[in-house]
């Protein structure tokens, strides 16, 4: 492989993404890949710090604007810090969410202008954009309704699971519409399905883009 797989892993709250990226890291590992796990908001200590400010449920203040800002502040760092030279080193990195979760919940959920985002997360990723995004589609419901049971077993609970479930239906419409608009990147996934399909299918579309790539 001349060049590292920018693979990004996008979904309402829930769908799984955790779990599937952890499956399929362990998976491609073994058939000896260099793999890089990494998450949005985060992947780094400086955003590791913003994710704190960005997801602590007594911020329930922030504006969208500064939200926006903060998410992008975070994304900047990651990209230059980490994602970068890791595809330069040739890896796969697996990201839990990235530029597309932007467009999805402070574009089509909170109604920021979509213009405005697409110009800060240029400017924020440098122009990088994934190979492969995997959509984990699941009805936010269904979702919330998972993060309420892992929560409960101790998993957090963060600012933006207190939104209204209205919110996160138009998160989930918007990156169906996103993902209709570029097949070429996007595959949709049922997440709502057993986890063992579901990694299936992920693996299955991340082999297929490994095959486009060597040919
Ligand atoms: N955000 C993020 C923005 O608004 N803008 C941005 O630009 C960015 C980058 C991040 C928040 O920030 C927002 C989006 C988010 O609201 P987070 O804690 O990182 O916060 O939230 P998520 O990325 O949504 O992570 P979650 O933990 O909520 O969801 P996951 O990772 O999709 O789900 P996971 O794997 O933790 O699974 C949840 C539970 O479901 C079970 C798991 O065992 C777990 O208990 N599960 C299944 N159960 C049955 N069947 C399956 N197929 C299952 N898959 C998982």
């Keep these: 492989m001349k060049r590292g797989l920018f693979i990004t892993f996008e979904g309402p709250e829930g769908a799984g993404k955790t779990t599937v990226i952890r499956a399929v890291a362990e998976h491609l590992r073994q058939q000896g890949y260099d793999v890089v796990r990494t998450r949005e908001p985060g992947g780094t200590p400086i955003g590791d710090h913003i994710r704190a400010i960005l997801l602590a449920p007594d911020n329930d203040t922030m504006h969208p604007e500064t939200e926006l800002l903060l998410f992008s502040a975070a994304r900047a760092q990651h990209v230059r810090e980490r994602i970068l030279p890791a595809l330069d080193r040739g890896a796969i990195v697996l990201c839990d969410r990235f530029a597309d979760s932007t467009l999805a919940y402070q574009g089509y959920g909170r109604g920021l202008a979509l213009d405005a985002l697409y110009t ?20 936010p419901a269904e979702g919330l309704a998972r993060r309420r049971a892992a929560h409960a077993q101790g998993a957090e609970w963060n600012r933006i699971d207190n939104d209204e479930i209205a919110l996160h239906q138009r998160v989930r419409e918007g990156y169906l519409h996103l993902a209709a608009a570029h097949p070429e990147r996007w595959v949709v996934i049922d997440a709502s399905a057993p986890i063992e399909d579901v990694v299936a299918h992920v693996l299955a579309a991340i082999e297929a ?4 790539q060597n040919a």
């Excluded at 800060?120 to 009805?139: M, R, S, Y």
């Design 209 to 212: 883009r490994v095959q486009q």
């Design 120 to 139: 800060i997360t240029e400017f924020a990723t440098g122009g990088l954009t994934p190979d492969l995004t995997i959509l984990l589609d699941i009805d």
